[in-house]
């Protein structure tokens, strides 16, 4: 058979493993203090953790190159906030505080009964004051005319008396906003009743640090007064500030930390589990509890370095330390593994440096996967990505620094007692088993296989080679595992035709969050009348008095309301008025000069001054707003950001347009989840696709990395979207990371069939499992272990990590422990070279990398 064998990195790469550990096994205690000593001194980077916080959401979920950040910018530029106030024009959110006031029973909220509890609410608003200075709303309202800008809806519904009150608008007012629940009187515009209104307090721009600090604190008396419940049967209130989403998506963050000891205990327990022994010599509890502390000092080493470091700690890397504890637990897996297999009676440094140079490929190909999985999505423009990453790809590359220091150190100190025959608990003398007395938990132990000089097989071991892998290599099983296959795939393939784009702000908050019952009434109630959009002209050579540049600017206004995002005959636009005006005063506006002169009077005159900005008589750039309609998902939200940006760069003749809103700093999120995800999983794919090359010495092993890195990746791209998580930047990351660990699951195993000496394909994969079985289910259950409690997490990011790792983990089980060894019996696979022939013993002798 021709050699398809490249070992020009793997020898290497394991001799020198074999030299490091022989160094480990003569000098554990040196191993073992300088990792504890150098965690003790990084892990004061924690005192740097408020400091490093990372809470503003627009920093941290929205692309830093996003379009609409430049786009807002030129809208600062040349139209700044003035000193009167305008929501319409605020090209930020503003400084706000609101209330959304509900009638509980589905009552008519404008009766004169139920409207003097909004008009009750609003004096409650009015009298908040700060703790500090006694500042009250009238002391830092932003202003129009030198009054507080008030609630255009409170005083139309008050003065209404039996007059009817038309919406949207309202004489000039728009109420779409503002009102909402609404039912209209039959073939009319006035309201007949209405389940909701919303009222809006902004405080003027902070010019100083004084005047912020004054506003946070009116923000927060405010938080605190409507954080009680409102007494009162008849009515529900829901209340929102501008600094709400970052207070509450800080919070977010310790509503995990009580679940960090469930963790470890879950962390300890499957270790202990997995590395229990009826033989009182061979047990290896200390062992696991060794490998359990190892991954923790990896946490706090890689984090309290980056915190020394001024890295930004987000939200996100909080789930960090979870998926931390079942990687690093995994490694432990893979080195007590091959520990197992060396000779019991040899130096305790020889079998230390058997131990490294069996286990050098596997862990090494399992962190580099890893750390360079989570590397490449440092490419993403999302903070919150590049922070994650940054943390969990340094804490898993110290994961792999400690694993061979402290815990091989470990593992050699637990190797002295075992080649003194002590009991692991008590550490005094036992006997040795015999044919009268057999190993046990008390008195007797330090059994092995007589065959091999190694330690005895785990009987699940025996399991996959005598019962699960013969029944796998069944025709009839084969044939149920290619249906099997298919309904996966066809699933995977139809949930990611469902998918939804983006992340809701809501999701930032915990569960129980005032702000996510704003939210919950704001999709509501106030879902139909989206934000009004501002169209900006650029040129400042625009003509606007020519009557083709104003019928070129009409088509384009026309081209926009054709959408069925866009309401009909509402867009607000000084053009339009100064026709009219110019109409109704006899002027000429088609004439320049007229055009020009009669101008600022205009605008002064009827408040769109802010509209228009002109400079020596030019008018320099100059905005119109149209008005949005039916946003309630994600995807009208996309597809409304799409629509309006394509019509603005094509609509009209060489117009240079410009359309800009506050939420489009949020939406432009959407511009960049899917090409920014193809690009990283590419990236990582071609990543893996050359380590794997480098590291396992068969290159027919990439032809099933690539197959098991497509079919993970669609199987949990599907079933996530069945599974009701959207992708963002969350996702996004994580369908990175289950490259790194399909590689992990599909590398090993095609490697282990590849290089088996059996005969046949059957027997080839059967020997694969009998190897592999049973790590590939301590590696899942550990990770999964070390993430099952986010589940239970008050938090979407939370419970969205779990959601992905757990599929993650499942999918690249199903096709290391199912698919892949019923698919390598089907088809043609390289023979084994002469070299790995050669260098490998009898079956018994056999370290197959073992799967993280």
């Not at 150190?409 to 040795?432: I, Y």
């Not at 289950?738 to 005969?759: L, M, T």
Request: hydrophobic residues 45%; glycine residues 6%; negative net charge.
């Amino acid at each position: 058979m021709p050699s398809c064998n490249t070992n020009c990195i793997v020898k290497p790469l394991s001799k020198g493993f074999h030299k490091l550990g022989l160094f480990v096994g003569k000098h554990p205690w040196v191993f073992l203090v300088l990792p504890l000593v150098l965690s003790g001194g990084l892990g004061g980077g924690f005192y740097f953790l408020d400091e490093r916080e990372a809470s503003d959401i627009e920093d941290q979920f929205t692309p830093t190159n996003g379009q609409a950040k430049t786009e807002r910018e030129y809208v600062k530029t040349y139209f700044p906030h003035s000193d009167e106030f305008s929501q319409l024009r605020l090209y930020t959110e503003g400084t706000y505080a609101s209330l959304i006031v509900s009638s509980s029973s589905n009552n008519d909220l404008l009766s004169k009964e139920l409207f003097q509890k909004v008009i009750d609410l609003d004096h409650k608003v009015r009298n908040v004051t700060t703790e500090l200075t006694g500042s009250t709303y009238a002391d830092l309202c932003a202003t129009t005319k030198g009054e507080c800008a008030s609630n255009a809806v409170l005083d139309i519904v008050s003065n209404a008396d039996n007059q009817s009150i038309d919406y949207p608008f309202h004489r000039r007012e728009f109420l779409g906003s503002t009102i909402g629940g609404v039912t209209l009187k039959p073939n009319s515009k006035a309201i007949q009743s209405a389940e909701a209104v919303r009222l809006f307090y902004f405080l003027k721009d902070a010019k100083t640090e004084m005047d912020g600090s004054e506003n946070g604190a009116w923000l927060q008396a405010f938080i605190k007064t409507f954080s009680e419940e409102i007494p009162d049967d008849m009515i529900s209130v829901s209340h929102f500030t501008s600094i709400s989403r970052e207070e509450e998506f800080e919070r977010n963050s310790k509503t995990v930390i009580p679940l960090f000891s469930i963790t470890y205990v879950l962390a300890i327990s499957v270790s202990i589990a997995s590395c229990l022994r009826l033989d009182c010599v061979r047990n290896k509890v200390w062992v696991a509890l060794a490998g359990v502390l190892s991954a923790g000092l990896a946490v706090l080493t890689s984090f309290g370095l980056l915190l020394f470091c001024g890295m930004p700690f987000s939200m996100p890397v909080a789930s960090a330390p979870f998926l931390i504890l079942g990687i690093g637990v995994d490694d432990m897996f893979i080195m007590i593994s091959c520990w197992q297999r060396t000779r019991v009676h040899d130096k305790m440094e020889d079998r230390m440096a058997e131990t490294y140079k069996e286990a050098a490929v596997s862990i090494t190909i399992t962190t580099l996967t890893n750390v360079l999985a989570f590397y490449i999505g440092l490419l993403t423009p999302f903070r919150s990505v590049q922070s994650f990453c940054t943390y969990t790809g340094t804490a898993i590359l110290f994961c792999y620094i400690y694993n061979i220091t402290f815990f091989g150190a470990c593992l050699a100190l637990n190797g002295r007692r075992e080649k003194g025959n002590r009991h692991w608990l008590t550490f005094r003398k036992v006997a040795t088993p015999n044919e009268a007395n057999k190993s046990n938990a008390c008195s007797v132990g330090g059994a092995y296989d007589p065959q091999t000089g190694a330690e005895e097989e785990m009987p699940i071991n025996f399991f996959f080679e005598k019962f699960y892998g013969p029944f796998l290599t069944t025709i009839w099983t084969k044939v149920f595992v290619v249906f099997l296959y298919a309904g996966y795939l066809a699933g995977s393939i139809y949930g990611c035709f469902q998918m939804e784009e983006g992340i809701q702000l809501k999701n930032l908050a915990p569960d129980d969050s005032y702000v996510v019952s704003y939210y919950d009434n704001e999709d509501r109630y106030f879902s139909y009348y989206g934000p009004f959009v501002m169209l900006v002209i650029k040129d400042e050579n625009f003509q606007y008095w020519e009557k083709s540049a104003c019928e070129n600017l009409d088509v384009c206004l026309k081209e926009f309301e054709s959408s069925d995002f866009v309401a009909k005959k509402m867009s607000i636009s000084w053009l339009d008025s100064y026709e009219q005006y110019g109409a109704v005063a006899g002027l000429n506006i088609s004439d320049k000069n007229v055009f020009v002169s009669n101008l600022p009077t205009f605008l002064n005159m009827s408040g769109f001054y802010p509209d228009v900005n002109i400079s020596s008589g030019k008018i320099l750039a100059s905005r119109f707003f149209i008005p949005s309609i039916n946003i309630t998902t994600t995807i009208d939200e996309k597809n409304m950001l799409n629509f309006f940006r394509d019509t603005a760069s094509t609509c009209g003749q060489n117009m240079d347009l410009l359309v800009y809103h506050p939420a489009f700093i949020y939406f432009d999120q959407y511009a960049v989840i899917v090409s920014n995800t193809i690009q990283n999983i590419l990236a990582a794919t071609v990543v893996m696709l050359v380590i794997s090359l480098l590291l396992i010495p068969h290159p027919v092993c990439s032809l099933w990395v690539t197959f098991a890195i497509a079919s993970v990746i669609v199987g949990v791209a599907g079933f996530m979207a069945l599974w009701d998580v959207n992708l963002d930047s969350i996702s996004m990351i994580n369908l990175v990371i289950c490259i790194g660990f399909s590689v992990d699951f599909s590398a090993h195993i095609s490697y282990a069939f590849v290089s088996s000496s059996k005969n046949t394909p059957d027997e080839k994969a059967i020997d694969a499992l009998y190897n592999l079985g049973y790590p590939i289910i301590q590696g899942a259950v550990s990770t999964v272990a070390g993430v099952v409690v986010l589940s239970a997490a008050k938090s979407y990011i939370f419970r969205t990590f779990f959601k992905i790792m757990f599929l993650v983990i499942l999918f690249g089980a199903l096709h290391g422990l199912v698919f892949i060894p019923v698919f390598l019996t089907f088809f043609g696979v390289c023979g084994t070279s002469r070299s790995v022939e050669e260098e490998k013993p009898s079956r018994e002798h056999v370290d197959t990398p073992v799967v993280q």
